[in-house]
């Protein structure tokens, strides 16, 4: 069944990341991929282009099916191979509304962090402002503390939504991961730091590791004034 997969990804992108994770928790090994360079602008080839009309990465297609948000291709794994390695989707209601809002919540976490992280990338030198930064940091401090009090009501050793380890840890987990790699300061996230050094060694995440991360451990000191 992996074979009639293919997902075209760039390594360190957490919507790319997250695909990855999701195909190894349902055990779908031996999917055909296609890595492609930010910085070469590979993701805008004609063969993305024909998937995907944003032109962006993931894009993945299975059979005649293709799905191109991360977020949607993750939920179409688990509704397509349900009964397939991890449930990462609970039966009941009340467990899979927590796991959907944190899931969704996760990009409020992702754009604060890129607004912080990437400020000096995405906003021309001309329109740069430290008050505007100022602004930045202190939304992504006050983010960084919801986070943390979610994992302190769970409960030492705790996914995010619960005792078990669901999809909203495989869609939170590659923009958590960012914190500890742009050190930032643990004493701003330490529930956040306690989870990212639990789930670091699961086998879907090391599996899926971003391979230029693994020639590059250590990331550029972004949040280190955070």
């Not at 990462?88 to 992280?117: C, G, H, S, W």
């Not at 300061?185 to 971003?210: G, T």
Request: aromatic content about 12%.
């Amino acid at each position: 069944m992996a074979q009639s997969m293919l997902l075209y990804w760039s390594s360190g992108s957490p919507p790319c990341w997250r695909v990855k994770i999701a195909l190894e928790e349902k055990q779908l090994q031996g999917y055909k991929h296609k890595l492609l360079s930010f910085d070469k602008n590979e993701h805008k080839c004609e063969e993305v282009k024909a998937l995907n009309p944003r032109v962006q990465v993931p894009s993945f297609k299975h059979g005649v099916i293709v799905v191109n948000e991360s977020f949607a291709a993750c939920l179409y794994l688990e509704s397509a191979f349900k009964s397939q390695g991890t449930r990462l989707i609970p039966d009941d209601p009340a467990e899979q509304a927590l796991v959907y809002q944190r899931m969704f919540e996760t990009n409020n976490l992702q754009q604060k962090m890129y607004d912080v992280a990437f400020y000096e990338w995405h906003v021309p030198e001309g329109e740069r402002h430290e008050s505007a930064l100022k602004r930045n940091k202190e939304s992504l401090i006050a983010e960084l503390k919801l986070w943390d009090g979610y994992l302190e009501e769970m409960g030492k050793g705790s996914y995010l939504a619960g005792k078990n380890f669901t999809m909203a840890d495989v869609v939170c987990f590659p923009v958590i991961v960012f914190f500890p790699r742009l050190h930032c300061p643990p004493e701003r996230c330490p529930r956040l730091m306690e989870y990212y050094k639990m789930l670091k060694d699961r086998p879907s995440i090391k599996a899926s590791w971003p391979p230029h991360w693994l020639e590059k451990p250590e990331g550029q000191d972004m949040l280190k004034n955070l």
